[in-house]
């Protein structure tokens, strides 16, 4: 397998979920987000994926690569309304480049990553892949736009697709060989530590949603599910039907947690209460939502297993272990960095 992005927070654990289940992952990364430890002991190519010369180099050592994983990508929400054209060209006009040139090497299995975000804010709560497209930024329309690209690749015979569509990943490997890049995780993980750490009691913004708490709902899904489903898609690939060679696939729990939820299963995890403070509901907030996912039942043999406790337990154990991991310390993969 090709996995491209494979030195970032998805693309690690999709490589380590190949490896775990008996694949042999290649990775392709220019390391602009992502980070060289997690390809330790890992086939590696640095490179852009738009780079024909290196595709060339990759797959002239990797002749029976099978199919390609493509989850590298520009993925920071605001960066993308600063700067739309830069995501653009790195999201939608790479991935023609990068399809074109694993066509021609022989490859015809794209395994892309799509995102909620497609959706857009007011879908919910319960959100299947048929429910109304809605992308609400430049990332997330050039989300949209990868997968029409790929469709209409697939519909004229250039190649098969599967774009899977993550809600919200948490957590880290949970044999800790990787994890998210950042020393703190984002969004709403992030401000349930600083609340821990004693930096002020952690705000619950609105207690009226049409939720069944009254408070925010995501779906939260475990990293290492999400990879598991990419090895499910990837060995079930030809089996898997789809319109005109090209199927989304949505990747979340199907249930979604709340705000509280959330909150219960932090103190559950850490032990200790969390200072917490209801206030109003921000400007530009939703009520969220959860995935149908029984799309990703039928055609990939795949459900979440793990649970959000686990990921805040993942989460946890990652941050102590990461930057002993990031400097090398503590080997994430086995044996000595190989390849570009
Ligand atoms: N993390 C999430 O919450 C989330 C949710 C939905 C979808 N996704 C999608 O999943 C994919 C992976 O996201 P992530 O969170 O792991 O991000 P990430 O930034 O950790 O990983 C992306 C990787 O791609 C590499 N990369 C970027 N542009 C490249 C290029 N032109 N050539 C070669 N390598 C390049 C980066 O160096 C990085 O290692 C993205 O496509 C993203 O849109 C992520």
């Avoid at 949209?144 to 809600?167: H, P, S």
């Avoid at 952690?202 to 925010?216: L, S, V, Y």
């Avoid at 599910?225 to 729990?253: K, M, W, Y």
């Amino acid at each position: 397998m090709l996995v491209t992005g494979g030195a970032g927070y998805i693309g690690a654990s999709v490589a380590s979920a190949c490896l775990d289940a008996g694949h042999t992952p290649i990775i392709l990364d220019d390391l602009s987000a992502g980070v060289h430890a997690f390809t330790s002991g890992r086939q590696f190519f640095a490179g852009d994926v738009a780079d024909g010369a290196v595709l060339a180099e990759v797959f002239a050592a990797h002749p029976d690569i099978a199919a390609v994983v493509h989850c590298a990508a520009q993925a920071v929400v605001p960066e993308s309304v600063a700067h739309p054209l830069e995501y653009y060209h790195s999201n939608v006009a790479k991935t023609v480049e990068l399809v074109e040139q694993v066509a021609r090497h022989g490859c015809r299995r794209v395994l892309v990553s799509s995102s909620a975000a497609v959706y857009g804010p007011a879908a919910g709560p319960a959100v299947s892949e048929s429910s109304p497209l809605a992308p609400a930024s430049p990332y997330a329309r050039s989300k949209v736009m990868v997968e029409q690209v790929l469709a209409d690749a697939a519909a004229a015979g250039v190649l098969r697709a599967i774009a899977l569509r993550y809600f919200n990943p948490i957590g880290a490997d949970p044999k800790l060989r990787t994890g998210q890049q950042a020393r703190e995780p984002g969004a709403v993980l992030g401000r349930l530590l600083a609340a821990q750490r004693g930096a002020g009691p952690f705000i619950i913004a609105g207690t009226d949603w049409p939720t069944r708490d009254g408070t925010g709902l995501r779906d939260y899904v475990h990293v290492w599910d999400v990879a598991r489903a990419h090895v499910r898609a990837l060995e079930r690939f030809d089996d898997v039907p789809s319109r005109n060679g090209f199927v989304a696939v949505n990747i979340g729990t199907g249930a979604g947690t709340t705000v509280r939820e959330l909150i219960r299963a932090f103190e559950a995890v850490t032990g200790e209460p969390l200072p917490v403070r209801e206030g109003p509901r921000r400007p530009g907030d939703v009520a969220g939502a959860y995935a149908r996912v029984d799309r990703a039942d039928r055609l990939l043999h795949w459900h979440a297993q793990l649970s959000v406790s686990d990921g805040i337990r993942d989460t946890l154990s990652w941050r102590r272990v990461r930057d002993a991991v990031l400097n090398g310390a503590r080997r994430g993969g086995a044996g000595a960095a190989k390849g570009a």
